[in-house]
């Protein structure tokens, strides 16, 4: 028995999930929703660097990422702005995710850069317009 027909949509699902929590971190940054930043119920002081700059980002390409449109420009900016959270934010404290809380930026980071190399996957607004495309030129045309 092959699994080979649930690689796209468990794909999708993984970019998916992976986009909503992120663009999560945005709501919370940016708006003070879902807990506020760092858990204090308020939003990140605007302009503040880079806090205010990452909610930003986190918002604009977690969203990008969820719906599947400019998906892997979004996810190269996510991956490298987790990856700079990782090595100028954590790693002063030590050199391994576990003893720095660095967890979850080094997670993201990594998913992203997948998500980069990969794709969006079939359950994605880039497949739909690819789609599209390919049955728009395949109809006759008429005059």
Not at 55 to 71: E, K, P, S, W
Not at 88 to 95: E, I, M, P, S
Request: proline share 5%; with cysteine.
């Amino acid at each position: 028995m092959t699994f080979d027909r649930f690689t796209g949509p468990i794909w999708s699902l993984f970019r998916m999930v992976v986009g909503l929590l992120f663009a999560c971190h945005g709501l919370a940054g940016l708006f003070g929703l879902l807990g506020g930043s760092k858990g204090t119920g308020e939003a990140v002081p605007l302009g503040t660097w880079p806090g205010w700059y990452a909610a930003v980002i986190q918002l604009v390409c977690g969203g990008l990422v969820l719906i599947g449109l400019f998906t892997r420009p979004a996810a190269i900016l996510a991956s490298g702005s987790m990856a700079y959270a990782y090595f100028v934010v954590h790693q002063k404290t030590g050199l391994m995710p576990i003893e720095n809380g660095g967890v979850t930026s080094a997670l993201y980071a990594w998913s992203f850069l997948a998500v980069a190399a990969i794709g969006a996957g079939p359950w994605s607004v880039e497949a739909l317009l690819s789609r599209r495309k390919v049955t728009a030129a395949a109809e006759p045309v008429t005059a």
